[in-house]
T-cell receptor, first 114, second 113 residues
């Protein structure tokens, strides 16, 4: 059974810092890994999706990497801004069935202080 | 760009009542997923539909049922509501199954009193 873990649970940094959020998963047989952003009481916004055959994806100041063999993914945020404050969730898709079902981690709540 | 539309945004029900949540996927998306997110919890997969057929089933209680209609919108029906059903219910849609980004709606916040 796939389990997804995110460390740390919470992170507070001053504006301008580069930071890394970590995600680990127990079953390396995934189809892809997706990173989401969630603002309090809001929906999930997809940030990056890394296919199982890929090693990383980039979008603006965000870079996500995937290492299936070690069961890890990281989300790198460059030059953080107060507007980046949110909860970041990673979710793994796959395993034995290709149904698009995502298994989520519990998220890292990021606070970027001005 | 059109997004996933969920209605209602908020719903307050009493114990043992019934609730119906609606989801309208992004145009041309043929797959719909339902997730439940309890307070302070990560989203948990409930059920999914592909081309109007149930595709996969997660931790959905027997009191809940769902379907996808011919226009691809989906409804989640919840009966005999319990206090523990209070949560944010998300619908997501994608084009096809697997390896396609899921696009989430803003959710329906259900409060059971």
């Amino acid at each position: 059974k796939q389990e997804v873990t995110q460390i740390p649970a919470a992170l507070s940094v001053p504006e301008g810092e580069n930071l890394v959020l970590n995600c680990s998963f127990t079953d390396s047989a995934i189809y892809n890994l997706q990173w989401f952003r969630q603002d309090p009481g809001k929906g999930l916004t997809s940030l990056l999706l890394i296919q199982s055959s890929q090693r990383e994806q980039t979008s603006g100041r965000l870079n996500a990497s995937l290492d299936k063999s070690s069961g890890r993914s990281t989300l790198y945020i460059a030059a953080s801004q107060p507007g980046d404050s949110a909860t970041y969730l990673c979710a793994a898709e796959g395993g034995s069935s290709n149904t698009g079902k995502l298994i989520f981690g519990q998220g890292t709540t990021l606070q970027v202080k001005p | 760009a059109a997004g996933v539309i969920q209605s209602p945004r908020h719903l307050i029900k009493e114990k043992r009542e019934t609730a119906t949540l609606k989801c309208y996927p992004i145009p041309r998306h043929d797959t719909v997923y339902w997730y439940q997110q309890g307070p302070g919890q990560d989203p948990q997969f409930l059920i999914s539909f592909y081309e109007k057929m149930q595709s996969d089933k997660g931790s959905i209680p027997d009191r809940f049922s769902a379907q996808q209609f011919s226009d691809y919108h989906s409804e989640l029906n919840m009966s005999s509501l319990e206090l523990g059903d209070s949560a944010l219910y998300f619908c997501a849609s994608s084009l096809g199954r697997g390896n396609s980004p899921l696009h989430f709606g803003n959710g329906t916040r259900l409060t059971v009193t």
